[in-house]
T-cell receptor, first 110, second 116 residues
Framework: QKEVEQNSGPLSVPEGAIASLNCTYSDRGSQSFFWYRQYSGKSPELIMFIYSNGDKEDGRFTAQLNKASQYVSLLIRDSQPSDSATYLC??????????FGPGTSLSVIP | DTGVSQDPRHKITKRGQNVTFRCDPI?????LYWYRQTLGQGPEFLTYFQNEAQLEKSRLLSDRFSAERPKGSFSTLEIQRTEQGDSAMYLC??????????????FGPGTRLTVL
């Protein structure tokens, strides 16, 4: 089992819709969870992090964490074409190491 | 600009040559990471430093790869006798970590290496 898994996509949503990106992880003792956005040919850019169960909102982005299910998600409301990118989930594990998932490619169709 | 910087941004080399990349982290950050990323994959951990100490090195890192952070500030990553399989984006990230602070990493722009 891979340590951090994400649906590879591509995920296509129409402009204005909600995009839902999912991530599961294997280390039950993981402490913090990060979402990065990466445009083609560019480096990852931090969107937000979450470390408590529940929801955390920042503008159009909401991260959701369920440690019991070892699941973290990112919702993007009112999706825009500029949101088209690859979204990377990263997990700070109990052994003090950050592991990245393979990323989910999102395409927002105008 | 006080973000993470990397130099060069692009490097084209012939197989068998040595290459060296530099990373300047955010000034107050104590941790510095090197990752490798290929198309369609997430960043793959190579090594990291806390201050000047290299704390972990991936098993994926062959003895052709070496990294240093001599004064706990900038870091260099050297690849000796490059192979075509080394072609990738090499990413550097830094963070302020320890004492329970969440290890939030900020990435530099990357160095794209092409080995011919």
């Amino acid at each position: 089992q891979k340590e951090v898994e994400q649906n590879s996509g591509p995920l296509s949503v129409p402009e204005g819709a909600i995009a839902s990106l999912n991530c599961t992880y294997s280390d039950r003792g993981s402490q913090s969870f990060f979402w990065y956005r990466q445009y083609s040919g560019k480096s990852p850019e931090l969107i937000m992090f979450i470390y408590s169960n529940g929801d955390k909102e920042d503008g159009r982005f909401t991260a959701q964490l369920n440690k019991a299910s070892q699941y973290v998600s990112l919702l993007i409301r009112d999706s825009q074409p500029s949101d088209s990118a690859t979204y990377l989930c990263a997990v700070w594990t109990s052994y003090d190491k950050v592991i990245f998932g393979p990323g989910t490619s999102l395409s927002v169709i105008p | 600009d006080t973000g993470v910087s990397q130099d060069p941004r692009h490097k084209i080399t012939k197989r068998g040559q040595n290459v060296t990349f530099r990373c300047d982290p955010i000034s107050e950050h104590n941790r510095l990471y090197w990752y490798r990323q290929t198309l369609g994959q997430g960043p793959e951990f190579l090594t990291y430093f806390q201050n000047e100490a290299q704390l972990e090195k991936s098993r994926l890192l062959s003895d052709r790869f070496s990294a240093e952070r001599p004064k706990g500030s900038f870091s260099t990553l050297e690849i000796q006798r490059t192979e075509q399989g080394d072609s990738a984006m090499y990413l550097c990230a830094s963070s302020l970590s320890g004492g329970g602070i969440t290890d939030t990493q900020y990435f530099g722009p990357g160095t794209r290496l092409t080995v011919l």
